[in-house]
């Protein structure tokens, strides 16, 4: 592909992600497959340049007066800070690339070549933090509130690309057997930095065909993730139950956790999400895991049998996936302050209605993969008014009793994000029924 049609490439893929909720990985996977033609080279070199405008959207739109997708590629093309494309910055060489040919990009109109003439110029303004820190307008107050003095670090962390993190299956191996087992093929691994089942590779892979991942030695889920379920300290022989399992990554941590001793109960609204569960427990060897979609009528017997006698009842919550912005920068554009009040509306509903499945003594742990006090904090604040027979169990306390090594936070919630542990984004609280 020439740098012209490179472009094009990624113009039509911005595009794409613009116009629907479709993952922007899911868009740009099979655009390419659809295009056998485009060598290793240029799909590393348009799928570089969609995911840098995705990440730095806000400044790119702020720049360039406009979100369209060749607007923000010139803001790109033009970046002082792109190594990539230094040898660009110059007018005349972006505008060339505008060439209209048959496959690159047609050539630029009025408007845009004033446009590229202001960018290529020096800019003193200078734009408000949610511009530079590339996030939406409407959130600024909310991530102030939350990261206060230290909103600039977290943000220009979740601007970083994300790691790939294996989670070793405990009932099959463990992670100092596996990092030799992929070392002796080069491919190199970082133990992880808290969770003692964890690997992070040395770079970008996809394991999905190597012997580890099929035999279900090894699962990929970010660390965060698996100290969520560490932090549930489930204990072979109990009834668990996972109200919101979705792909059943957590179930299956806990089943490990367990021993296969015990029973977990996996729901969720979506049968869809579901379905590679099955697949996943006969790779993995798990034998005390019981499915059930919660629309069926079967699974609403399950629940009333299982009433005040949950010893953990795990609630991964629907959320704004604001902790994961590293791995799908398009998501912080597409969210909206009606969905965020949507998503604190089914949390709160959540948490209302699998409350009465835990047992005197037991816990409901709330998680999400969320970096906004209006789904965690206030979420719990709002329960537990509402629900004094539950109090709350220190995080850093079940951190203590359950992990090794230092506890990298204080007080009563884990809070996990990039720059400070890096892992995604994670919040989770610890609840306990009074025995009274």
């Known amino acids: 592909m020439t740098p012209g049609a490179r472009l094009q490439a990624a113009i039509e893929l911005i595009e794409q992600i613009a116009g629907t909720q479709t993952p922007a990985d899911r868009l740009v996977g099979n655009y390419f497959r659809s295009r056998r033609y485009a060598g290793s080279k240029d799909r590393r070199a348009v799928t570089d340049m969609v995911y840098d405008v995705l990440r730095r959207r806000g ?86 509130r939350r990261f206060g003095s230290n909103l600039d670090g977290e943000m220009a962390a979740m601007m970083g690309r994300a790691s790939v993190d294996l989670r070793i299956n405990a009932l099959k191996s463990n992670a100092g057997e596996v990092a030799a087992s992929l070392g002796a093929e080069d491919i190199s691994t970082t133990p992880g930095a808290f969770a003692p089942n964890a690997l992070r590779l040395d770079g970008r892979r996809s394991l999905a065909n190597h012997p580890l991942y099929q035999n279900g030695t090894i699962e990929v889920q970010d660390e965060g993730s698996q100290l969520v379920a560490l932090l549930c300290a489930a204990q072979p022989g109990q009834q668990v139950v996972d109200y919101c399992a979705g792909a059943g990554g957590k179930s299956l941590a806990l089943a490990a956790q367990m021993d296969n001793k015990g029973q977990i109960f996996a729901f969720d609204s979506n049968p869809r999400r579901m379905r590679p569960l099955r697949e996943r427990l006969q790779r993995a060897g798990v034998r005390n895991i019981q499915t059930h979609a919660l629309a069926d009528p079967a699974a609403a017997a399950t629940l009333a049998d299982l009433d005040g006698k949950a010893d953990r009842v795990l609630l991964d919550v629907p959320c704004s996936g604001s902790g994961a912005w590293r791995r799908n920068p398009e998501s912080k554009w597409r969210l909206t302050a009606g969905q965020l009040a949507q998503y604190g509306l089914t949390q709160g509903e959540i948490l209302r209605r699998s409350a009465p499945l835990v047992k005197p003594g037991g816990r409901l742990i709330y998680a999400t993969c969320s970096i906004l006090m209006e789904e965690n904090e206030d979420q719990i604040d709002g329960f537990l ?52």
Request: aromatic letters at 10%; proline letters at 7%.
């Open 59 to 144: 400044e790119y739109a702020w720049r360039a007066g406009g979100t369209d997708s060749r607007r923000l590629l010139l803001a790109h093309l033009t970046a002082p800070d792109n190594a990539d494309n230094a040898d660009n910055a110059n007018m005349d060489d972006v505008a060339g690339l505008f060439d209209g040919t048959q496959y690159g990009p047609a050539n630029l109109d009025g408007e845009e070549q004033a446009t590229l003439s202001r960018l290529t110029q020096a800019e003193n303004d200078k734009a408000p933090a949610w511009v530079g820190n590339n996030y939406p307008e409407w959130l600024d107050q909310s991530l102030t």
């Open 385 to 436: 008014s509402a629900h004094p027979e539950f109090e709350i169990l220190p995080a850093d306390a079940v951190w203590r009793q359950v992990l090794e090594g230092p506890c990298p936070f204080d007080g009563p919630y884990l809070r996990l994000t990039p720059a400070q542990h890096g892992t995604d984004g994670f919040f989770l609280a610890v609840l306990v029924r009074k025995q009274s």
